[in-house]
Structure formats: structure tokens, C-alpha cells
């Protein structure tokens, strides 16, 4: 009971609380949308539309990706090639300046990158 905060109710829940993606980039390979958190969240969300392929820098922090749609994705670092599916999971280390991912299917696929702010 101790961690419920029973003045997040009605419109602040709505206002403060529920994300509003807004567009950040795009160009015909690909879109990119911010998916603001809670200011109180020690992390950020982006989310990438993916058509072709596109280049994610990451400002030396840990990016923790999903794919949420689609068949799957090839993430290339360092020139070495790593093959994801649906609802898998995995990690970019803060090591890695920039990573790519390319479209495996015939299908665009949705990535989301979570990294701390």
C-alpha cells in the first residue's frame, strides 16, 4: 500500500501518465517516434517503423530493443550480422557507437529501443 499513489487518478493519469508518441524523424526507409515517459522514469522509449533499413546511433548508452512487428530483423554491429524475430529481446552495450537494422522479410517490422535518459 506503501507504493500507490492514489492521486494518480482522472485527468492527470491521461495528461501525465499515458504516453503520446510524436515523430521525430523519418525519410522513406524508416520512421522514428519518441514515446515520452513519466518524469519520474529513469528511462526513454523510441520506437522505429522500419521499411528498408536504418542506422541507430547510441550516445554511449545501453539500448534494450524489442521487435514488436514483423517477421524479425538483422541487427549488424561492429560488421559482425545478429538475426531477431517477433517478440524477442536484446541488448546493444553502451560500447557500441552505432548499430544497423535491416528488414529481414517482405514486410516492415516495429522496433522499440528503451535507454536510460
Not at 514515446?35 to 546511433?57: F, M, Q
Request: aromatic share 10%; no cysteine; hydrophobic share 45%.
Amino acid at each position: 500500500m506503501q507504493n500507490l499513489s492514489f492521486e494518480r487518478k482522472g485527468e492527470m493519469v491521461s495528461r501525465e501518465l499515458i504516453s503520446k508518441p510524436r515523430l521525430v524523424a523519418e525519410s522513406d526507409a524508416y520512421a522514428l517516434y519518441h514515446l515520452p515517459t513519466h518524469a519520474e522514469h529513469l528511462y526513454d522509449v523510441h520506437r522505429y517503423s522500419i521499411k528498408s533499413e536504418v542506422v541507430v546511433v547510441t550516445n554511449g548508452k545501453v539500448n534494450v530493443l524489442n521487435v514488436v512487428d514483423g517477421s524479425g530483423v538483422m541487427v549488424e554491429v561492429n560488421g559482425a550480422e545478429y538475426s531477431y524475430h517477433y517478440a524477442e529481446t536484446f541488448i546493444i552495450p553502451a560500447s557500441v557507437p552505432a548499430y544497423t537494422l535491416r528488414v529481414t522479410g517482405a514486410t516492415a517490422i516495429m522496433v522499440v529501443v528503451a535507454f536510460i535518459k
